[in-house]
Structure formats: C-alpha cells, structure tokens
C-alpha cells in the first residue's frame, strides 16, 4: 500500500469508515502497502499504543475481552487450555485444561458462558465463565478454528472460506457465509472476533487481519499487522504465526497477539489511500 498520508483510527472499523484521524508519514505508509492483498477492499497499517507481556508458551488460538477480563484458549494437545489472564502482567489468573486427546481452538464469550472449539474433534465446550466448571459440550462437523458471538449468534471458521453462524442453545448451523475478496475466495480464516457490526478474522500464516460484513461475507477492509512482533520483542523465543484478536467494546481498545508471542499489543489503525487502479 502506498500512501502519502493517512488517518489514524482510535476505535476499530466499521465498514471501512475512519472514525478518528490524524497525519500520518508517507513513509509509515509505503512500508506496509505490499503486504495486503489487491481489490476493491479499504487497507489499513497500524500503530502499538501499548506493549503488554504475554506468556510465550501458550499457543494461542482464541482471544477476548469481556467485562474487564482477558480471557484466552491455547491448543496443541497435551497443553490446551482455556484460562483467565491478567492483561498488565501476562499472568495466569485461572486455568482449566482440556482432555490431551484434544487441541484447543477458537473461544468466544456469550455472556456467562464461555465456548471453546477444538480443532478436529468436532466438539466443542461450554464452560461458566466465572469458575470454568463444564456447563455442556456440542459437535459440528470438519474443524473447528475460530468463534466469535455477534450478540445473537455464533460465528465459526474452519480454515476454509466459509463462516458459519451458529444458534447459540443448540450449536446447529443456521446458515453459511462464503468470504471474498474482489470476487475471490479468501481461505485460511483462522481466529475471530466481533467488532462494532463486523467480524475481524486472522489469515492463518499471514500478518494480516480481514474485516468481513457478516451479510455478504465481504472483506470490506484488509488491516496489515507486519513488523508488529518487533525483532527486540522476539529476541530469545520461539514464536510462531499472528493470532488472537480481542475487542473492548466499551473503551474502543484493540489487541492482538500471535502463538507463543511474548507480547500482546494494543493498536490503532490508519487507513491508507487507495491502491492505484
């Protein structure tokens, strides 16, 4: 993306629409225009407002943010977990841990109730959110990646281009949602979340994030997250791919984070002008 000015975004993007915005440098701006895919889609660079630890151990696969609480799903088996963690410090406030048959995904919040997926068990948890005691547990069909709740239902990805939206008491597929992009399939959707009336979706193995109209399954705007987990940041971890996206609904705040990253961030987003056609 190359621009020569852009506008700094304090609360996420509906849309596509800049809802605070300030100068830029054209320079911040070339730097990350070649990373996101071509089409019609708005596309935004970011900036880290804040630096927060994160335990580098915990391959993260779902991320949110609910009623001032940070909550988190880890996979890989033998080590998955759904866990409560303190956003000043990394640290984890409680943890359960599932089955070692299973690999923990995508974790969303209705409520009192947290949901977990897990990867290709094609079964799903339902835990108290304020004690993590199981409430229930549910099946689906081929995997499971990521979940999101829309405030009336869920949103499930499975690493395909497809979401599929989900009745939040019985878990059955109420209908299917097929992700573009210029007309194009965009694959890969990994974790998810719910963000001022759309749904912001990790492309597995790739430093960016798609914001997707939950109607159409439009990618109305592509937001480039490269060169957020810094050379210094890494230094002496074994870090894997970019993954867990948290909103805060009431103070506007966004965070990322990727698998076994030793730092979660707060960002802003700019929007950046118009590829050249």
């Not at 088996?77 to 406030?93: A, F, I, N, W, Y």
């Not at 897990?118 to 549910?138: C, H, I, M, S």
């Not at 869920?154 to 395909?160: A, E, K, N, R």
Request: charged content about 25%; glycine content about 10%; overall charge negative.
């Amino acid at each position: 993306m190359t621009r020569a000015a852009g506008k700094a975004v304090r609360r996420p993007l509906r849309g596509g629409a800049v809802l605070a915005a300030v100068c830029v440098a054209a320079l911040l701006c070339a730097c990350s225009c070649d990373t996101l895919p071509s089409g019609p889609a708005a596309r935004y660079t970011h900036t880290v407002v804040q630096k927060h630890p994160h335990d580098p151990e915990a391959y993260t696969q779902g991320l949110l943010w609910h009623d001032g609480l940070l909550y988190e799903s880890t996979g890989i088996k033998g080590e998955s977990t759904v866990r409560e963690v303190s956003l000043e410090d990394g640290k984890v406030l409680r943890s359960r841990g599932l089955g070692d048959q299973f690999f923990g995904e995508g974790l969303a919040c209705d409520g009192d109730r947290l949901v977990q997926l897990t990867w290709q068990n094609g079964k799903g948890f339902v835990y108290d959110r304020k004690t993590f005691e199981p409430l229930a547990e549910f099946h689906y069909i081929g995997e499971g990646w990521g979940l999101t709740f829309d405030g009336k239902q869920f949103i499930l990805s499975d690493g395909t281009a497809n979401l599929r939206f989900l009745d939040p008491d019985t878990f059955a597929v109420t209908r299917t949602v097929r992700v573009t992009s210029g007309g194009q399939p965009v694959g890969r959707l990994n974790e998810l979340e719910w963000v001022e009336g759309r749904v912001y979706a990790n492309i597995w193995k790739k430093d960016v994030v798609a914001v997707i109209a939950p109607d159409t399954g439009t990618v109305e705007a592509w937001i480039d997250l490269s060169g957020l987990l810094t050379p210094e940041d890494r230094a002496g971890h074994r870090v894997d791919v970019l993954n867990g996206i948290a909103y805060d609904p009431a103070t506007k705040r966004l965070w990322v984070t990727g698998k076994k990253w030793p730092m979660l961030y707060e960002i802003t987003l700019t929007e950046l002008p118009a590829a050249a056609e």
